[in-house]
Structures are given as structure tokens and as C-alpha cells.
């Protein structure tokens, strides 16, 4: 059966970033996000990485007293306040994902504290069983665990950990640590992991001891990962143990790294030693493999199931045979070269992400199906009369600032009372890929918004070198997406799996990755682009076209957007298309021009909105207007309204800086200014000019930006300047005659009244998108 709009609670006593138990978590979450399900994660703590996901515990019980709400319980310690929510909860199904507990033997002597802890949640284990349906474990030697607490050995699944093992492709290593790792002709042995008791770190001092004795002194042993302060007599003994051996150039210790130094590490290493007495399975075994390093591993608990059957191990603690080994590695580079790629082979077979989210979705969908029954699941996939239409667009809310993301809001808003709109959308807020908006919100003002956390921020050294490569033809247009992003593999799985729900997909903007998203499904729905295409170094990448062309009809917003694709974009003009633009908030600015509103500043002012960012050519407009200040002598302010996001400017006298303020405020100040300015070479259609025009003022373009320009000379609604000379004769020309800018803006909102009000705009996107629903075709349409 689907598990599409199923409730899925997942609880975790807390949510690290960068460990085991956290990408697992993540990993499934995102698995549930990708096949429809309503997912919230509970945890006493969340990591930066997901503070998106933050829910109240009160809201998590009131989901669970639904027998339908899927309970899945991360157990890894003991946590008082998710296993009382486990052992409250009215649901059907109560998974336990168990990831072993670390036997209290290892911290005998180091801290008592943890003795209890470790000897309370294994007896907890045997507790929390009787709570739970069903079971989960990412290793075999889990699976005895559980049987040895007292699961029925036949409900217990075996799906290994959602990994994180894409992001060492992702993440460009620190050069200087790559460096140094490289320069250094000494072997460089590797291990990651912290300083806590059952790791082994003695272990492998002993042995790098065993080397230098038996061998030569050309080794050094990385021992990355923090020590604990609940263990400091352990981070004591690893200290005198390298002293004591004389190793105190063979052995360095680091704390946490930056995730770049850790790629670093991975793939300037020789070779990683792994002599842990206790792993339920043991994640950096499978990094290193990844990497390409040869491991070497004590075979023991759950390490076996990690390092699979291409690397060398040894159950005994002889140090000489380890040392034997990492001798041969160092001295026959084709032993070890033969070992890397061994590994790297074995650890894409054995835990490809998309066989592990596609094991993880069957069972638990089997699951489901034995649970509802037959007839309730064929209910659950049952289809309303009513067309659906999916919008899919990288960032979507009230609080998110761009004109794409506002033209995707507003006619989301417009079209949801003839439509069954479902939007498609990311948890970020900015162009970053953050993750500040929770997952769960689900159903606003009359349509439904599914989110997805992107995998990854944007890393913009990884994005600079994706680029670079890009357009050298060395990678894929879709591999640079990933970089740019926001890269949601989750979303396009879902597009994947429902695309045969909808009547129509449309995607909003043609620049992100979420674009190359809806041509996977090409033939199955029509697909449709709104692709604001701009003049633009991106536009001109290979394979911007290639996805382009595979939509079936495209929305422009204007003639020279339009223009642009089909002169640079071979078949597009074949493309059923419309030149539509988008209205604008008419409530909000109707209200703001018929009240008898004061100005928020005293002095006179000209108005900058959109986002503060290079590429809109803030930076050139500020240094015209402190150079038009400077020789002019005028009081004029500039007011710049939006979020910085790659440039800083600094408040001063003549520069204001309101920040992202709300419609309201944002009308008042366009509505008081002398005009309102957009500099930016690269826009499609620009919305602040439609809003300038409605509130009656005039505006200012760059002549460099064909779309903007086209919009000021067909409505006669303000100046288009190319230089410096330019912008200083229109604004002293606006300064000296109040009546000329009360013309110009009396003819902007003639064009606007004319052709971007909503009851105009309205019938015609309808009636195109009805067409392509009813599989009606036409070159194009008239605007």
C-alpha cells in the first residue's frame, strides 16, 4: 500500500549532527518525507542542522493518541521523556530502531555515572520491547541484542543506517590539511572517533608502537575525534601511553574538526586502523572505504558487518600482526591501491542509499498493509474529482523574500478555489539552503505545502569549483545542481512515486536544482516551467537548455524573457506558451494608496526592495548614490528594504536600512518615495516595479536588463538610465519637478490597472492550464 499522508511520529532521546544515530534519524525522515508521509521528529535536542524540525512534546502526544500515527523509537540511551511517549501512545504500529547500548563494562572505573547509565538503558531495552509492534536494526549483531531482550525474533527488520557518505563527494577537503597530509612521505594511518573507552585508542598506540619498534619511525597515527570530559582519566591514559612509547611525533590527537578538515583526512591518508571492542556497527569503517582507504580492522561486535569482505582484520590484539600488515600496505602501494578500490566498490554495493530508503519504504509499507487492511488502503490512494495541480518551487512563505517565490505564493492563493494546489517546497528560507521552516505544514489558506529539509547547505568553495568544472564539461548540468541546489533528493522522489496523482506539475524558476526535478516524470503528467529565464552567465550553461526543452509549455512574464529562450534555446519556441506576468497583494496596496498614510522618513527619499545581494547590483546603486550626494548637496536619502545575503552595506546618514519588513510597511515607504530604483541586470520581470506602479510612483531600471527596461518603455512609468550621468539627471530631474514623477507614476499605474490586475490575469492562466490538462495544443497564446 501507499504511505502517502500517513502521520509518522519519530522520537530520539537527541538529534546530533555528523554522528551515526543523527543521519539515521535524518536519513529516515527523509525517506517518509519522499513517500508522502506527514513526518515530525521529537528530541529533547536538536542539532543547528535541525532546528526546522522542532516540536513541542505536547504535540507530539496529541498525534499519538491516533492509533493511525506510525511511532517509530530511536533507542540508543536511556531518555525518560521519548520512552514515555512510547509507552503513552495509543499507536498501531510501534517501531523500535535500536542502535545497541554500550555494555557498562567499558567505563568501569572511568565514571560511575555512566556505568549506571549504560547498565540502566540496557535493562530499559528489556523494558521498552514490551511497548513496541515491531522492530528495526541497522546490523545483525543488533539483532541479537534484541532477541537476547526479548523480540520475537520474526518481528525484528533488518535495514542498514541511512548514511551521509554522498557528502564526501560534496565537500571540497581543506586544502592546507590535504596539503600538509600529501607533502608528509611518512604512512599516515587514520582513525576517527571519540575518545571514549571502547574505542580502542590504546590499541592503536600499541600498535603504531609495534611498527616503529619493528620497522621505522615513518608513520604517524591521526586520532581525530574530541575527548570527553566525563572521561578524563581515559584522555590520560592515551596522553602517558604516547609519552611513555616515545610517540609523540608518531601520534597527534585532534578535537573536532570542521567536516572539510575530516574529507581531508579520508582522502590524504594512507590507510585507516579500526580497534574498537565495541561498535554496533561502526560508520567510519564505511567513510574510509568510500574514500578509497585500505582498512585494517579488529573483527569483533558489529565491525565485521561495516567493513564487509574485502579488507584484511584480525579477531586477536596482536600489535606485531597489525603492524605486519600496515608495513605490507606501506611498502606494496599495489596491496593497498588493490584494497581501496576493493572497498570503495564493496560500500556502493552493499549500502547504496536508494537500495537502503527503497528496503526501509517496502517493509515499512508492508507493515501498513497488514495493519489497515486491503480496502482502507485502496481508500487511502482514492482520488477527488477535482483537478490537482502540483507547484514546485525552492522556497515558498509569507517570510521568504523574491519575486518568484511571491509570484508562486500569490497564484497558489488564487488558483487553490479552482484547484486542488499541492506545493512542493524546501524548509529554507534564503538562498543558503538553511532549514528554518518546520516540515509539518500542512494545509494553508486552502492548499496543502509539503517541505523538505535540503540535504546540505550551500557550500559556495564546492558550488565555485562544481562551476568551474560545469562549463569546462567535466561534470553534469545536474551534478553542478546539486551544489547549487538546494538539493532534495526526497522531493524528486516523491514527484517520482506521485506524479501519476496530479493533472499538472509547475515548476517555478529554471535556475535551481528543483527544476531538474519535474522532466524526470516527462510523459507521465504535462509539466509546465515558469522559468524566468535572465540574461545571465547560467543561462548559458550546458544543459540549461537541454532540461529546459523538456517541459511541455512554459509561463514567461515577459516578451523579452520569452525573446531570450527561444533565440538561445533550440525547439523552445515549438513549446505551447503565454506571456502572463503576475498581480501583485491588491488588498494590502489598495488599502496603503487610499489611506492617508505620513512618510517614515522627514527627509526625501528614493527606495531600493529585493534582496541585498551582488548580483541585483546593490552594490553599484550605493556607490552612485553616495557619488550623486557627494556633488549634489541634496538631502535625499537612500532606503533599502530586504535581507543581505553575499554583500554587507552600512547604515548611515543618508542610507537607511529597515530590514525585511511586511507588505504593509514595505507599500507605506514605496508609496512616500520620490521613486523606487531596481538596479539589477538580471531580472525576468521585476514585481516591485508592478507595486510601484500600483501605489502610483515612478521607477528607475538599468538599460543593461532587457526585461526590466521593456516594462518602464511600455508603460512610460519611469527613467531607464545607463550610467553614472544618467542616474544623476533622473534623479535631480525627480527632485526639481514633483510633477513630472507624479506623471510618470500616473502612467505606470494606468499599465498596471491595464494589464496586471488579477481579474484579468486569472482567466487566462486558468483557461491555459485547463488546455494542457485536456491535452488541447497551441503554439502560443496571446498575453
Known sequence: MSLRGKSVVITTPVWLHGDGVGHDVDGMARALLSAGCKVTVYSQFYASAYEGWRVDSADVRYLLQDPETILIHHHSIGCDATEELLKSAKSKMRIMRYHNVTPPEFFEGYNEDWVKNCTNGRRVTVDLVRYCTEFSVPSLYDARDLVHAGAPVDRIGYCPYFHKLEDFDRVVPTPSVLDQLQKD?????LFLGRRVTNKGHLHLIRTIGAY??????????????????????????????????SLEKNVVLYDKLAFSDIVAFYKGSDAFLCMSEH??????????????????????????????????????????????????????????????EAGALSVRERFDIDAIQARFLE??????????????????????DRRKIAFVVQRFGRDVSGGAEAFARMYAELLSPFYDITVLTTTSKTLDWDSELGVNTHGSDGFEI???PPRHKRDYQAWAQASTQAFAGEISYEEWQVHHGPHVPELSDYLQTYAHEYDLIVNWTYIFATATY??????????????????????????????????????????????????????IAGKQSIVLGA????????????????????????????????????LELVEQFKKYKSRSGSKLKLVIIGRARDCEVDADDDIVLPGFVSEEEKATYIKHALCLVNPSHFESFSLVLIEAWSLERPVMVISQCAATKGQVERSGGGFVYRNYRDFAWALETLEKDKDLGDRLGSNGSSFYEANYRWAALLPKVRLFLDDLMAGETSAAWPA
Not at 612521505?185 to 594511518?189: A, I, L, P, Q
Not at 516551467?529 to 517541459?551: L, R, S
Open 185 to 189: 612521505e611518512r604512512f599516515h594511518v
Open 583 to 618: 498581480g501583485v497583494e491588491e488588498a494590502v496596496l489598495d488599502e496603503i494608496r487610499a489611506t492617508d498614510t505620513k512618510s517614515p522618513l522627514d527627509d526625501p527619499y528614493i527606495v531600493y526592495v529585493g534582496r541585498i545581494e551582488k548580483a541585483k547590483g546593490i
Open 450 to 452: 509539503l517541505r523538505f
Open 279 to 340: 561498535e554496533g556497527f561502526c560508520i567510519p569503517v564505511i567513510e574510509a572505504e568510500y574514500c578509497g582507504l585500505p582498512v585494517l580492522a579488529h573483527y569483533r561486535r558489529g565491525v565485521p558487518e561495516a567493513l564487509g569482505p574485502t579488507q584484511p582484520w584480525l579477531t586477536s590484539l596482536n600489535y606485531d600482526e597489525y603492524a605486519r600488515i600496515l608495513r605490507r600496505m606501506r611498502v606494496e602501494p599495489g596491496y593497498a591501491r588493490s584494497l581501496g
Open 363 to 384: 517493509w515499512a509499507e508492508d507493515l501498513a498493509l497488514a495493519a489497515q487492511g486491503e480496502a482502507s488502503a485502496r481508500q487511502a490512494v482514492a482520488r477527488l
Open 212 to 245: 616503529t619498534h619493528n620497522y621505522d619511525d615513518k608513520i604517524v597515527l591521526h586520532l581525530v575525534g574530541a575527548a570527553d570530559d566525563n572521561l578524563k582519566r581515559y584522555d590520560e591514559e592515551i596522553r602517558e601511553e604516547i609519552k611513555a612509547r
Open 518 to 571: 519535474a522532466p524526470k516524470v516527462q510523459g507521465r503528467v504535462p509539466i509546465v516551467n515558469v522559468p524566468f529565464f535572465h540574461d545571465e552567465t547560467w543561462f548559458y550553461m550546458q544543459g540549461c537548455g537541454t532540461n529546459a526543452i523538456k517541459y511541455d509549455a512554459n509561463i514567461y512574464q515577459t516578451q523579452a524573457e520569452k525573446d531570450l529562450a527561444d533565440s538561445n534555446i533550440d525547439g
